[in-house]
């Protein structure tokens, strides 16, 4: 297949505004691909290269070759390029990486380079995958898209089940099933405002806290132990605390669900941050494993001695969970069978407000009746954080991609400074409607100082109500702090920048 034919439909997918088009242009070009090139095809449509990291930044991509004349350049051929250039180390790096993605480009044509270069810089941003690609895929090959979905999600790779379906047809998703030492993609939870409307959603539930740390899924079959992160990405050996917790475990084979968080010496847990440093690091690294402890809790067992668990309801793999697991090594809960008694709704607010005391993130309310959708955003678990929000100034902003090109999208945001300046705390393009992109458009075009390439800068003027998860330091940005999952709530007009939130509100909430 053509690198050509991708480019085309993923112009199409980004100005498709329904779903039966989006899910009809990927059943289109699935149904022309061969199945060995379909995980590439996959991957490019995510915006994501399958080789992760190629060494390969925005200046390499400033001044690109004159283009091919008429697409030749095959998705194989392209593929193999960037294995190439993601193998090159050394001295020279740069320019041998340069010289060979010169290659690459000079073979593509105007559409297929633009393509390129937004897949390398990361702005290729469409939303191709997920339910779209899933469908787009079971009307290619004929086969059932709930079938198609239980695959991937037990299979880990959308790649590897387009293979096997292509090339073997709808009888292929029976040979992917839950098995040690394969991981799944994690199942997620909506959010809910308040503990009460979580009850109220949900019946019948349990409430469990809700930790900050690094999600990991733990596999032992005898005294084998792999350890994966949410993406599937195996690092046992810098775990090996989550890997001698599920030693402890009464089971020969067992696939647990959990985190580890890091905890002072009072309990209180350490930020996500140090955690993330923690598990960043290598055990061959010096002090590695010593210098930050970690504390695996797990909330939820998957498979229990060759049995697969995931269709069991919530409460009874609860319970096989505690039959084999230490109560340390697992999350504190608060059943709540009967959520209409006033008494125990009382119960679960304190039982949250008890875990948002102890320094945690805050708690996740689940159905009792509830299976495990691995890979999905379960509407029968539901989390609930308390909200954190900022008014801050709006300093500059980058065009955007995709739907959103030729519109001032991702925003820099700033606090006030002691001295009546502004410190820039970060960035973001979350929260954001159509029409909040247009107006936000105009009115920055209008305050503009200087326009580049990238974007503009603006003078200090609008102010922005920002919602954000938490605080966590960065070397990035002047004061040494950042904001977490920020987003846009509102503009506020009515509030001038000498009213927006100052850089020591920011910090007093890292402390």
């Known amino acids: 297949m053509l690198l050509a034919d991708i480019a085309r439909t993923s112009a199409r997918i980004a100005r498709a505004a329904g779903r039966n088009e989006k899910v009809a242009l990927l059943a289109e070009l699935f149904g022309r691909a061969e199945p060995s090139e379909v995980p590439v095809v996959v991957t490019y449509l995510a915006g994501r290269l399958p080789q992760r990291r190629t060494g390969v930044g925005w200046r390499t991509l400033r001044e690109l070759p004159p283009p091919a004349a008429e697409p030749s ?8 390029a960037f294995d190439r250039i993601a193998r090159v180390s050394g001295k020279g790096a740069q320019a041998e990486r340069k010289r060979l993605l010169d290659g690459l480009l000079a073979a593509a044509t105007e559409e297929e380079q633009q393509f390129l270069v937004r897949l390398v810089g990361g702005g290729l941003r469409q939303g191709a995958l997920d339910a779209f690609a899933v469908e787009g895929l079971a009307a290619a090959a004929g086969a059932d898209p709930g079938a198609v979905r239980r695959a991937v999600m037990l299979g880990g790779s959308l790649g590897a089940v387009a293979r096997a379906l292509l090339a073997e047809g709808p009888e292929a998703l029976a040979g992917f099933t839950l098995e040690v030492g394969r991981p799944v993609l994690p199942m997620l939870a909506q959010s809910a405002r308040d503990v009460e409307e979580a009850l109220g959603r949900l019946g019948p539930c349990v409430v469990e806290e809700k930790l900050d740390g690094i999600r990991v899924q733990v596999h032992k079959d005898g005294s084998d132990v792999r350890v994966y992160t949410r993406t599937l990405e195996e690092i046992t050996d810098r775990l090996p605390e989550a890997a001698e917790a599920a030693r402890r475990i009464d089971a020969a084979q067992a696939v647990l669900d959990g985190e580890v968080i890091a905890l002072r010496p009072g309990g209180r847990p350490h930020p996500f941050q140090d955690v993330s440093g923690r ?54 809960r608060l059943p709540v069978p009967d959520p209409a008694s006033a008494q125990a709704r009382a119960a679960a607010r304190g039982f949250a407000a008890e875990v948002l005391a102890r320094g945690h993130e805050g708690v996740v309310v689940k159905a009792l009746d509830s299976g495990y959708s691995a890979g999905r955003r379960g509407a029968s678990w539901l989390k609930v954080k308390p909200v954190h929000t900022l008014d801050l100034v709006v300093l500059g902003a980058e065009w955007g991609h995709g739907r959103r090109t030729g519109r001032l999208s991702n925003l820099h945001l700033g606090a006030r400074r002691p001295d009546g300046g502004f410190a820039m705390l970060g960035k973001t393009f979350k929260g954001l409607t159509d029409a909040l992109l247009a107006w936000q458009t105009g009115r920055l075009r209008e305050l503009a100082v200087r326009e580049e390439s990238w974007g503009v800068l603006v003078a200090p003027e609008l102010v922005v109500e920002i919602a954000f998860d938490g605080v966590q330091r960065s070397t990035r940005y002047p004061e040494g702090v950042t904001l977490r999952f920020a987003r846009v709530v509102r503009y506020r007009e009515d509030k001038s920048p000498q009213e927006a939130d100052t850089v020591e509100a920011v910090t007093a909430l890292l402390r």
Do not use: C, K, Y
Request: charged fraction near 25%; proline fraction near 8%; hydrophobic fraction near 50%.
């Open 73 to 80: 350049l095959t998705i194989t051929a392209a593929d193999a």
């Open 279 to 332: 598990v960043a690091s290598r055990l061959d690294v010096p002090g590695a494993s010593s210098e930050l402890p970690l504390h695996p809790v797990f909330f939820d067992v998957l498979l229990l001695d060759g049995r697969d668990l995931l269709d069991q309801p919530a409460v009874r793999r609860h319970a096989a969970l505690a039959r084999v697991l230490p109560e340390e090594l697992r999350v504190r």
